[in-house]
């Protein structure tokens, strides 16, 4: 038996063992005691082989011997002559290889006050094994999800970023097992908080579908999420939480079903609550497993011979976290019917931030919808109506007769499908030269054979719907995973894992921050009081010699208050609070994603004022940046990495080109401001900076022309004016890593 048998047994307050099919004991923990009073058998003898002749011994073997895996546990109860008697408890358990095992554990008699006591142990045993599980599978995913982050922020093949890809998602599960391991204990042991905060319905919905995206596909199955139009786009609730339901609903539906679709929508219930369903097209659920299907560890196949692996862990946690929210979850089903669960929670819409919303791109746009079912129907149907489209239901066999009803067609199809190249050339003449034709393909339309017209992949999210209708371009695949550099500064990493200390220093430059690293907390201590000044600590809490939270008090008692972050594999109630009395400014859980840990460092580095952005003067007219020419770029050099490394580094020269253009106005030195504003002209223009390109070449021409300082004044000032935008849309155009997974242009 493995790490894992052992802790478990160790974890348990009193004797315990796990035997195999024929009684035999495999580990037992140090309660277990072979050579006392009790008379337990030791490790490798068969239960009966115990020093006393106890038929409780016997019981237990025949118990552990007729245990099934459906079994309900066996509970014994041992007439000895201890005092008071042993309660015996026998549990099956399911080994990776499938062979059977059994849990004994005995518990004592004792007085209610006892009693009281080794509950309070087996509490904080129970505690122990948490944390002691959640730090060793953190640690080595730690390090993987690092590694994967920094691939990912590299220009890579596209065969090669779907092998990295799919690297992280699988890690990203393996992360999320392990939370929901944590969660579910603690929601057993009542010490799960659910927060109260603004929850964007849309986002949410999207960023669960989209990871579920390769997945899907490889079926063929149709996958949507929608909110309804009239839901509140920002309701409060708790963000983490609700996201956890829905991938544990969401990756459910698609782990069941083999063809069809899974469709998720949320729409108000009444006046206070609102109702997220999740359908699909799956084999359904009988009635005997509906009811137990929300208890922990339960597949309605959980013979060895299943064919969908798991814990069976998602819909207990989901059903546990919905009632920790105030909600309901039902699942309605029938065998052959596919499955719905439905979702309902308290409604209560959260104020909407200031600010003037855009109008919706799709205005005036009426665009028949084709889809397989009512359900996928109403889903595109809300996606449209939310970005300002009129949708039209229709028929395929109708578009003949309605097609002059609309100006667009939006259909599901089946790219790999010879059929659907007729269908896509049926559409295509009946719309005529003016008309949109839109196929949504189930599959990966790289290797399909439809070749027009335009082709979405499957799930729709609304930026990338309306970027196909109105023929806007994405990203190209295979570009790197950008996250904007921050402003400089200097960061100790304070981390003993030899790798993770490479790889998140590397991370962290990356970023374009230096980084100091220190192996334990006695190496953090000294470094912080030392010669060098530091504008962030990130500190792992538990590192040998000096742990992160003895460094901090430390450094804080020696009057050094340089802002502290803790890294902790762990994740236990308690440990930010134990961080922050430690006198840590924020807490960090591994393992951590460039984003992540970028947002954790950015407030801490003191980024440079930014300037401002005035109104253009009389006659001046500055629109924003035209990004067409970036992504032309893009295509006629079949390297968005490059382009990506241009944009960088135009915006690190900028400061200086301003400062030179300052500089040379300053000392009236018209051939030194002549030339800076020809070289900033000539950039600006090649990155589609047309606003730019132009306030420079109206400094150059009057610089060469010897005009007054006055005018050269207002005109520099004009070149201000454009660089805000400029940094702007290109700090955009760097934070956007969408892909061409969603739009694919043929």
Request: net charge negative.
């Amino acid at each position: 038996m493995g790490f894992a048998a052992r802790t478990l047994v160790d974890a348990l307050p009193g004797p315990a063992a796990i035997v195999d099919s024929d009684g035999r004991v495999l580990v037992a923990n140090g309660r277990w005691r072979p050579d006392g009073d009790d008379g337990y058998p030791h490790e490798g003898a068969l239960l009966t082989d115990g020093e006393h002749d106890c038929p409780a011994h016997d019981r237990m073997l025949s118990a552990a011997l007729l245990l099934t895996p459906r079994s309900s546990p066996a509970v014994l109860a041992c007439r000895c002559d201890s005092p008071g008697g042993d309660g015996v408890r026998i549990t099956h358990l399911e080994s990776d290889c499938g062979a059977h095992r059994r849990l004994v554990t005995v518990e004592h008699a004792a007085a209610p006050a006892g009693a009281a006591a080794q509950d309070d142990g087996a509490a904080q045993a129970k505690s122990q094994f948490l944390a002691l599980l959640g730090h060793e599978i953190r640690t080595p995913v730690t390090t993987v999800v690092a590694a994967v982050e920094l691939l990912r922020a590299q220009p890579l093949k596209q065969e090669v970023r779907e092998v990295v890809d799919s690297v992280h998602r699988s890690v990203h599960a393996l992360k999320a097992l392990t939370d929901d391991l944590l969660d579910l204990a603690r929601l057993e042991t009542g010490v799960l908080r659910v927060e109260q905060e603004p929850v964007a319905m849309r986002p949410v919905l999207e960023s669960i579908v989209e990871p579920l995206q390769q997945q899907a596909r490889r079926k063929g199955i149709l996958l949507l999420a929608a909110p309804a139009p009239d839901l509140p786009p920002t309701v409060l609730g708790d963000v983490h939480r609700l996201r956890q339901v829905l991938t544990c609903v969401v990756g459910n539906a698609i782990k069941f079903t083999e063809a069809g679709e899974v469709v998720v929508t949320a729409a108000p219930d009444g006046d206070d609550a609102y109702q997220i369903i999740v359908s699909d097209t799956g084999p359904g659920i009988a009635g005997p497993d509906r009811a137990r299907i929300f208890a922990p560890f339960v597949q309605a196949d959980s013979s060895a011979a299943r064919r969908h692996e798991g814990a069976g862990l998602g819909l207990a946690l989901a059903a546990r976290l919905v009632e920790c929210m105030g909600g309901t979850i039902e699942v309605r089903s029938q065998p052959g019917e596919g499955s719905q669960f439905l979702i309902r929670l308290p409604l209560r819409a959260a104020p909407q931030p200031p600010g003037t919303q855009a109008p919706p791109p799709l205005t005036h746009r009426r665009v028949a919808v084709v889809a397989p079912s009512p359900r996928s129907v109403l889903a595109l149907s809300w996606l449209l109506t939310s970005a300002g489209a009129e949708p039209v239901p229709m028929r395929f066999e109708n578009l003949a007769e309605r097609v002059r009803d609309v100006d667009t067609v939006l259909w599901c199809d089946d790219s790999h499908d010879p059929e659907a190249v007729r269908r896509a050339d049926t559409v295509i003449e009946l719309l005529g030269p003016t008309g949109r034709a839109q196929m949504i393909s189930t599959t990966d339309p790289r290797t399909g054979i439809v070749r027009k017209p335009d082709v979405l992949t499957a799930p729709l999210v609304l930026r990338r719907l309306v970027a196909a209708l109105n023929q806007e371009r994405t990203g190209v695949r295979g570009a790197p995973i950008t996250v904007p550099p921050l402003n400089g500064g200097r960061v100790l990493l304070a981390e003993d894992n030899d790798v993770n200390r490479t790889v998140f220093r590397r991370m962290i430059e990356l970023l374009g921050v230096e980084c100091d690293t220190a192996a334990d907390g006695s190496a953090a201590v000294s470094a912080l009081l030392g010669e060098t000044s530091y504008d962030v600590v990130l500190m792992d809490v538990q590192m040998p010699r000096t742990d992160g939270l003895e460094a901090t008090r430390q450094v804080r008692a020696a009057g050094c208050d340089t802002p502290i972050l803790a890294l902790t594999a762990t994740a236990l109630r308690g440990d930010r609070e134990r961080c922050l009395q430690a006198g840590m400014n924020g807490h960090l859980s591994k393992p951590i994603t460039l984003p992540e840990l970028r947002a954790a460092l950015e407030p801490y580095l003191t980024a440079p004022a930014e300037p401002a952005e005035p109104e253009p003067g009389p006659g001046q007219d500055f629109p924003a940046p035209d990004l067409s020419k970036l992504r032309d770029l893009e295509e006629q050099l079949e390297d968005r990495a490059l382009v990506v490394t241009t944009v960088n580094m135009f915006l690190s020269q900028l400061d200086g080109r301003r400062s030179a253009l300052a500089e040379a106005l300053r000392s009236q030195d018209h051939d030194r401001l002549r030339a800076t504003a020809h070289t900033l002209k000539s950039s600006s223009a090649l990155l589609g900076a047309d606003p730019l390109a132009e306030a420079c070449a109206q400094v150059e021409r009057n610089a060469i022309a010897g005009t007054s300082a006055q005018d050269l004044t207002a005109l520099v000032a004009d070149v201000e004016s454009a660089v805000a935008g400029a940094i702007r849309v290109m700090a955009g155009y760097l934070s956007d890593d969408e892909r061409a997974d969603g739009a694919v242009r043929r």
